[in-house]
């Protein structure tokens, strides 16, 4: 029988119990305001020990890996991705600029499989990317979990897709969540991704990307669904913001709804 992407999560989160989340990755951005004080803190150990937390215990899965505007490949970033599981087919995940305490929270990714991929409007397939070359350049990686759990839920990431907004841009030193959420991509190619970016995550986790890269040559590549990775056919999508922020996209050829 073959595993799903639930199961595959399910083992993930299984075996975090005997490994670390990885080293500690810290958020580029100090946010404005005062320190916590005294009553602060306590209003916080009190809310610890008294509120059930049930969403945000859920998230149980701890990915990490690369993002870009939309437009604008330039633009990338190391992104963490905790995950929580809606069923066997639909994966939601807070994303935030580490792995620390201080960490923001900058956006949001979810996961589908192909068949409701497939089953999306076309407009609506341009908002999405492809996981394929995250998975198979060994990108996409799960930190502090045993080898044989990361790839059994790598088999099941390869053929899913994503739809990702970030709403806080600390990548361009934004104090604070400043003007309209961006639309986000994924990688599709060597070449790509920024090797400086890469590398600094590899020797701060502790892993090596072409390892992993080896190491899943035996995942097999499905075909890529028609739609997903529009900027590729010209079609990037971005929204239009308002309050005249800069962001890291384009100005021209962009498609803004």
Sequence with gaps: MRTSLFSALALMAAVLVV?????????PVAAPGTEKGARTRLLETGAAALQ???PVEALNAYLNGFHFYSGHMAGQM???HYCSLLNDEVVQCAI??????SAKLMGVEYIISERLFKDLPPAEKALWHSHVHEVKSGQLIAPGIPQFAEQE???KLVST???????????QDKELPLGVPQLMMGFTADGQADPAMVTGRDERMGVRSEDKRKGREVIEAPSIASGADAWQQGRAVQLRDPTGQQHRHAPVGLQRP
């Design 19 to 27: 490994g670390c989340g990885g080293k500690d990755s810290g958020s």
């Design 78 to 80: 190391e992104a963490h």
């Design 153 to 155: 839920l790598m088999k």
């Design 161 to 171: 897709y994503g739809k990702t907004w970030h709403t806080w841009h600390t990548d």
């Design 96 to 101: 935030y600029d580490g792995n620390m305490h």
């Design 52 to 54: 059930d937390k049930p």
